[in-house]
């Protein structure tokens, strides 16, 4: 029988065995870790809610639309583009509001709608800007979205259903509603 004392390759056998074993603990360790970091990100999705809207006409040249848009998922969202009817409506012709109240009134026909301009919902006044670039809506927070003049409307819409399309940096959210005339 061989002495293990003296026998070179005995010690060098478990330092093997060791150090493949700590080297598949450790690659494993590091799987497991990338799975949870690949997991855990893709639950904070892109959640919104639009309720509230609107296409109007005033049956003689004016039209206007408007929506409200709660984020109620766990990230911000950025508000890329905006379509009424499949035609993009432009920058200088969307004015918003981005605020934390809850918003239980319905929203009205503004005919005087400009940067700054106030209107007044539920006995609160939400001041509107104009905007000239992608919108940013944090998480929690809702946005009162009034288009001016979007493409396509005409008085002969009065009563049809049309679509928006509200584009953000995650998916798109298409809601339909029929065109009312004003007053």
Request: glycine letters at 6%; aromatic letters at 8%.
């Amino acid at each position: 029988m061989r002495d293990l004392r003296r026998n070179r390759l005995a010690l060098s056998t478990v330092v093997t065995t060791l150090i493949i074993l700590v080297v598949s603990v450790l690659l494993a360790g590091v799987v497991s870790y990338f799975a949870i970091n690949v997991t855990s990100t893709r639950v904070q999705e892109e959640s919104v809610h639009i309720t509230k809207q609107h296409v109007w006409h005033d049956g003689d040249e004016t039209s206007q639309a408007a929506f409200l848009m709660i984020n109620t998922g766990g990230r911000d969202l950025v508000i890329d583009k905006i379509s009424v009817r499949g035609q993009e409506s432009a920058w200088g012709n969307v004015y918003y509001n981005v605020t934390d109240e809850s918003i239980s009134g319905d929203l009205e026909y503004n005919a005087t709608m400009s940067d700054l301009g106030e209107i007044t919902i539920d006995q609160t006044a939400f001041v509107f800007y104009n905007a000239t670039n992608d919108i940013t809506v944090q998480s929690g927070y809702s946005i009162i979205v009034y288009i001016t003049s979007p493409d396509s409307i005409s008085v002969n819409d009065i009563g049809l259903t049309v679509g928006m399309t509200i584009h953000t940096s995650q998916a798109m959210y298409y809601k339909e509603c029929n065109v009312q005339a004003t007053g």
